[in-house]
């Protein structure tokens, strides 16, 4: 079954303990990307990544880090988590990076 | 102005009735348009693309003004299963860039 698969669904952690969420898919696609979704300021892109080891920056990429090491997973890393960083997470993948396939999402509560 | 507007609703709508709501798009460089549809605290799903003036898939028709730069779905016979909240995703071609507008709820009732 063709999948985006994020882990952990759900995460509750306190500020400046760092923390890495996963992301795999098995469609081969070569366009990656994350995504925050906040009530109000619907979905905001954190960073994409165009191929293995070509990563840049979406609209809010502050407090973030990516990398893309293998084609299939491309983890999204908070150094140090803030409060300001909770939020509903999406991975997606796309063939061309038009249309989007979703992961389930990640949420993230920072205390 | 944001880069993409839309009502945030609720719309109610009676179940079997038809709905249409809009989204304005402030960057006319904008080439294609997609209507995700998102349930509850779950992943954006692609409803329909628009590449022209509009398109039809069933029960939903999207058309697109470029001159008033909106791009509208309607939603008939409308199914409790409808209820749901609609993005509207423009596309700009130049920076492989799609801009999420907050979405429209919509809720069906019997």
């Known amino acids: 079954e063709a999948q985006v698969t994020q882990n952990p669904r759900y995460l509750i952690t306190v500020t400046g303990k760092k923390l890495t969420v996963t992301c795999s898919q098995n469609?081969?696609?070569?366009?990656m990307s994350w995504y925050r979704q906040d009530p109000g300021l619907g979905l905001r892109q954190i960073y994409y990544?165009?191929?293995?080891?070509?990563?840049d920056k979406g609209d809010v990429p502050e407090g973030y880090k990516v990398s893309r090491k293998e084609k299939r997973n491309f983890p999204l890393i908070l150094e140090s988590p803030s409060p300001n960083q909770t939020s509903l997470y999406f991975c997606?993948?796309?063939?061309?990076?038009?249309?989007?396939?979703f992961g389930p999402g990640t949420r993230l509560t920072v205390l | 102005r944001k880069e993409v507007e839309q009502d945030p609703g609720p719309f109610n709508v009676p179940e079997g009735a038809t709905v249409a709501f809009n989204c304005t798009y402030s960057n006319s460089a904008s080439q294609s348009f997609f209507w995700y549809r998102q349930d509850c605290r779950k992943e954006p799903k692609l409803l329909m693309s628009?590449?022209?003036s509009g398109n039809e898939d069933g029960r939903f028709t999207a058309q697109l003004n470029r001159a008033s730069q909106y791009i509208s779905l309607l939603i008939r016979d409308s199914k409790l299963s409808d209820s749901a909240t609609y993005l509207c995703?423009?596309?700009?071609?130049?920076?492989?860039?799609?801009?999420f507008g907050g979405g429209t709820r919509v809720l069906v009732k019997p």
């Open positions: 995703v423009p596309f700009k071609a130049a920076g492989n860039k799609l801009t």
């Open positions: 469609m081969n696609h070569e366009y």
């Open positions: 997606a993948s796309s063939f061309s990076g038009v249309t989007q396939y």
């Open positions: 990544s165009m191929n293995v080891e070509v990563t």
């Open positions: 628009v590449y022209s």
